[in-house]
């Protein structure tokens, strides 16, 4: 269980990021509080999924700094405690691992690249399954998995790396819709249970302001951000995918 502090677990001060001159986000500040479950919601091109990389340190800001639990995140210590599943997993449908086989591949970022994995790795991979409700699937191929199973799957690959934060981008592209109201009630579930921090990715405002405790609108800039009860009475989420004119179908 996450070990809690008095520090954001995520910090933005002014982070500024562009792919050559085009700019994809400016000057964001935001924090993200231990055990917090926040929705980022907003048009596609708005900088969304940039702005989840910039969090995890996959992506270095050209003006400002990302801080996790405090430290500078590329160079914290702590970058293993986060889970991250993306947008529409390029998994290809002939892949022949098992389910299980790729939920305790979630353990080689603690494990390290040539180590083999211990009885302890598959028991926390078995649990992790068991958590994401599809312990049932463990010995079965991921390729013959629904789009649905295969998110779960790959949410209980992510648990098996015993995170305090998850990141979701985006996490219902690839479940039909019917499944996916019981899927966002399983990430909530999933929160409460588990005392995790989770940032989800999502454009689906109807389906995201259901679900989360606070909502952070953006568009380049961070337009609103706060519990998503006073957002939603506040009026300004139009406003949100309204898209800057100037940077348009520059970038997906």
Known sequence: MPVKTDQPCIELRGVSFGYGPIPVVENISLKVEEGEYLGIIGPN??????????????????????????????RSKRRSAIGY????????????????????????????????????DLDVAVKALDTAGVGHLRRRKISSLSGGERQRVLIARALAGEPEILFLDEPTSAVDAPSQEAF????????RKAKLSIIMVSHDIDAVSHQVQSVACLNRHVTCHGPTEQILRSGKLKAVFQEPPEIRHQHP
């Open 184 to 191: 966002y009630a399983f990430i909530s579930d999933l929160h």
């Open 45 to 74: 091109g708005g900088g969304k999924t940039t702005i989840l990389k910039l969090m995890m340190g996959l992506l270095e800001p050209s003006a400002g700094e990302v801080l996790l639990f405090g430290e500078p995140v590329r």
């Open 85 to 120: 599943v993306q947008q529409r997993h390029a998994m290809d449908p002939l892949f022949p691992a098992s389910v299980e086989e790729v939920v305790v591949s979630g353990r080689t970022a603690m494990r390290g690249l040539f180590r083999g994995f211990t009885k302890h």
